[in-house]
């Protein structure tokens, strides 16, 4: 009987559960479907007892399947950050309609928040700028607009931490999740009474915070029993799936970068503090150090918005369907013979606005579907490398790039990654990198790995190397100054846009 530990994730298309040994070797997942609702533009919610069930289904199904060979040592959640789940003390949900990581319905705050006077030393306190995604916001949103909600909760949490509280009965919170609240002092990792104030919220609803490797509590009796975990098993307090993701990249050292492709897109750099950048973001990572990013919201989910309108009817099912699709985009030259797309389906958080949508540009008769899937492989590098320039301006030294996420099994996304970026661009050998993430905080949990470094040492290793084409990287950049051009030229299009769609 080897020693294991329990991974999960809550993601926005799915929640899954793996088993995963102490060398990092998965020994049993499972995987449930999530749907996701868009009552309104710009609006994003799914039910938080789709999760919990999510999470009960996959943990039988992977505990059933290993307990004759495996012992379940700890428990790690990683989750879909930024989510807005209010609670009653039991840890039953007061909503169907939490919102999400991608909601923007709370703009408008944000934005208030930016224009006040003392807009940089808010910045400075933070390590970010106000933005619609930052949970904060959706607190003040629901304070604002469903008061009686807002009034009942007794502590509003994210989707992981939601998770965690269903688990031991502990309602508790990690640093990852924490700086990406816009509520926590980045100088010291505690709750700000200044920026509680400043959102017009009470500190009560607001969880104790942890090290993301901290043990938190155990689970519950009736948990064992719905699951088959021994009672009192050890769980800790979990990162974001963002941070989970780059931990189980190895992104623990200086100089390290990530680009993840799942729903959002995200390329990564291993920072010491936050870079005091507006046009970058930054989380603190679960570990010791912070991660400063460039996020778009709707990267991977550009594509799959792609398949399911564009090229489904075909009776293939979703993997077979991509795979399709990336083998006619491949036959298509560099740069999609002029065609340009900007992805952004669900706006933007920092370089553009939350009125941002997406546009193809440069349309003409020898443009196909395969021009169209490139396009948006293309496009969402294009949006990214804006980042990578930002923060290459700031000082953060990036010679080489891991990738991870969905998108990493494309040999061909990874090579347009090398191309655009202009640096080696290298694929893990482990593809369920965010799973072995958590499962790493796991194990520093109850003392398996001496510190993150270690862990990824120990686990981390990479697959396959795509190195620039030097012809295709001259043609994308060429095409990168038009993407930057028109992104920075439309974006008063897009507020009249939105003025016209609200009035």
């Known amino acids: 009987m080897r020693d294991a530990f329990l991974a999960i994730d809550v993601g926005t298309q799915s929640s899954r559960a793996a088993v995963l040994s102490l060398d990092g070797k998965v020994l049993a997942i499972a995987a449930q479907p999530h749907a996701m609702a868009t009552p309104r533009p710009g609006w994003a919610e799914q039910n938080p007892a789709d999760w919990w069930d999510a999470t009960l289904h996959n943990i039988r199904d992977v505990v059933s399947e290993t307990m004759d060979r495996a012992r379940v040592q700890a428990v790690a959640t990683c ?13 039953v949900p007061l909503t169907t309609e939490a919102q999400l990581w991608c909601d923007k319905r709370a703009a408008h705050i944000a934005t208030e928040v930016d224009s006040r006077p003392d807009s940089d030393a808010l ?36 989707p992981k931490d939601f998770i965690n509280l269903r688990l031991t009965g502990v309602a508790a919170t990690d640093h990852s999740e924490a700086s990406g609240s816009f509520l926590m002092d980045s100088r010291d990792g505690r709750w700000s009474v200044e920026l509680i104030e400043l959102l017009d919220l009470e500190a009560r609803h607001l969880p104790p915070i942890h090290a993301s490797s901290e043990v938190i509590g155990a689970i519950l ?13 050890p769980v800790v307090a979990g990162s974001g799936d963002m941070l989970a993701l780059l931990l189980g990249a190895g992104i623990t050292t200086p100089g390290a970068a990530c680009d993840t492709s799942g729903t959002a897109s995200i390329i990564s750099f291993y920072a010491e503090y936050p870079v005091v950048d507006p046009r970058l973001m930054n989380l603190h990572a679960a570990g010791p150090h912070w991660i400063s990013f460039g996020i778009l919201d709707s990267g991977g989910g550009s594509l799959r918005w792609w398949r399911d309108q564009f090229n489904a009817g075909t009776g293939e099912g979703g993997d077979v369907l991509y795979e399709r699709m990336m083998a006619e985009a491949a036959r298509v030259p560099a740069g999609s013979e002029g065609l340009l797309f900007l992805p952004y389906l669900l706006g933007e958080r920092s370089l553009g606005s939350a009125d941002s949508r997406g546009i193809f540009f440069g349309l003409h008769p020898r443009i196909g579907r395969a021009h169209a899937t490139r396009a948006i492989l293309e496009g969402i590098c ?51 990198a965010g799973i072995l993430g958590a499962a790493m905080l796991a194990g520093l949990g109850v003392k398996a790995y001496a510190s993150e ?17 030097q012809q295709a990287a001259a043609r994308y950049n060429q095409q990168y100054a038009l993407f930057h051009d028109l992104h920075d030229r439309l974006q008063p299009s897009f507020q009249y846009a939105a003025d016209l769609a609200s009035s």
Request: charged share 25%; net charge positive; proline share 5%.
């Open 79 to 91: 989750g879909q950050m930024h989510g807005a789940v209010p609670v009653a003390r039991d840890g």
């Open 123 to 158: 910045r400075r306190l933070t390590g970010n700028v106000p933005a619609a995604a930052w949970s904060g916001f959706k607190l003040a949103w629901m304070k604002r607009e469903e008061p009686e909600l807002y009034a009942r909760a007794w502590k509003i949490l994210t």
């Open 221 to 233: 009796p009736d948990v064992a029993r719905e699951t088959g975990l021994p009672t009192g098993t």
């Open 382 to 432: 294009f949006d990214l490398r804006q980042s990578l320039e930002i923060a290459r301006e700031s000082g953060l030294e990036i010679a080489e790039m891991r990738t991870g996420g969905g998108g990493a099994r494309s040999a061909l996304w990874s090579q347009i990654k090398a191309d655009v970026y202009g640096i080696p661009i290298s694929t893990l050998q482990h593809e369920e």
């Open 453 to 469: 470094a270690d862990a990824a040492n120990r686990l981390v290793r990479t697959r396959e190397r795509f190195i620039p084409n």
